[in-house]
């Protein structure tokens, strides 16, 4: 069970980061609305950037202390569940523009697991 923890730590926070750091300003499928950046979609939602900017501030934050939790796993619990909270409101963001349910798939599949890790 050790092990499917630890490969959830990894699969979550090298996913965060890459969306956040590496695909932020990239079109993806799973963007809200019609947006092709990540400051798009904030504004596809009626969300500010500086909102933007905090949000990703606070998932990098808490996708790099996840995968830290690895080694350090005071810090596995707090950062699933940050997470997780952040993801629910990712959701209801999907649902708020009415959005088809694929694009909420990625932030359900990682609420899911964040779920786990925090719980299991």
Same mark, same amino acid.
């Given at each position: 069970?050790? %092990?499917?923890?630890?490969?959830?730590?990894?699969?979550?926070?090298?996913?965060?980061?890459?969306?956040?750091? *590496?695909?932020? /300003?990239?079109?993806?499928? +799973?963007? $809200?609305?019609?947006?092709?950046? !990540?400051?798009?979609? @904030?504004?596809?939602?009626?969300?500010?950037?500086?909102?933007? %900017?905090? !949000?990703? @501030? !606070?998932?990098?934050?808490? &996708? =790099?202390?996840?995968?830290?939790? !690895? +080694?350090?796993?005071?810090?596995?619990?707090?950062? &699933?569940?940050?997470?997780?909270?952040?993801?629910? $409101?990712?959701?209801?963001?999907? =649902?708020?523009?009415?959005?088809?349910?694929? /694009?909420?798939?990625?932030?359900? *599949?990682? *609420?899911?697991?964040?779920? @786990? =890790? &925090? @719980?299991?």
């Amino acid at each position: 069970m050790n %092990y499917l923890i630890i490969a959830f730590q990894v699969i979550v926070g090298i996913s965060i980061l890459n969306v956040w750091l *590496l695909q932020a /300003k990239k079109p993806t499928k +799973w963007r $809200g609305g019609n947006a092709t950046t !990540i400051i798009e979609e @904030f504004e596809a939602y009626g969300l500010s950037a500086t909102l933007c %900017y905090t !949000i990703g @501030f !606070i998932k990098v934050t808490l &996708a =790099i202390l996840l995968i830290a939790g !690895i +080694w350090y796993p005071m810090f596995t619990q707090p950062a &699933a569940l940050g997470l997780a909270a952040l993801l629910s $409101g990712s959701i209801l963001m999907h =649902i708020k523009i009415k959005d088809p349910l694929l /694009k909420s798939f990625p932030a359900a *599949l990682f *609420l899911v697991m964040c779920l @786990f =890790i &925090a @719980f299991v």
